[in-house]
């Protein structure tokens, strides 16, 4: 299991974001196999650092990708193009943090609503 997430400098003078690939070993314990530091977390620089890892020899298609971040939807669809699959997974847990902060709500609705949501069925 791995995860991707970024790490917003809370510096003015270093505005930067880390991306950080983190994987788990046999005992648990979190492993970071790659990081990157970028401007901002957008599509490019998504790209531009799974293309990275690829060029070190990573494959990710057999493996599930935890994220929280929107952003790895558009540049996995654009890496696609290239041979390069992302099995990407979204960490309820993550997202129900974000969506807390985001809201300043610490309510346990927001929760009960995302778990809500991850449970809907759909069909194309």
């Known amino acids: 299991m791995f995860g991707l997430d970024g790490t917003h400098s809370k510096i003015a003078k270093y505005r ?3 991306l950080t690939f983190v994987g788990r070993d046999g005992k648990g314990n979190n492993l970071t196999v790659a990081f990157g530091i970028v401007h ?3 599509e490019d620089n998504i790209q531009w650092f799974f293309r ?3 060029a070190a020899d990573l494959t990710f298609d057999a493996i599930p990708l935890f994220c929280d971040c929107d952003h790895i939807i558009g ?3 654009k ?3 290239d041979g390069i699959r992302l099995n990407i997974k979204f960490c309820t847990i993550h997202i ?3 969506v807390r902060k985001e809201l300043k709500h610490r309510g346990q609705d927001i929760a009960n609503a995302i778990f809500q949501r991850r449970r809907a069925s759909h069909r194309s």
């Open 16 to 18: 930067r974001v880390v």
């Open 40 to 42: 901002s977390e957008n």
């Open 52 to 54: 990275d890892c690829c």
């Open 75 to 77: 540049a996995s669809e």
């Open 79 to 81: 890496l696609a193009l």
């Open 96 to 98: 129900i943090r974000n």
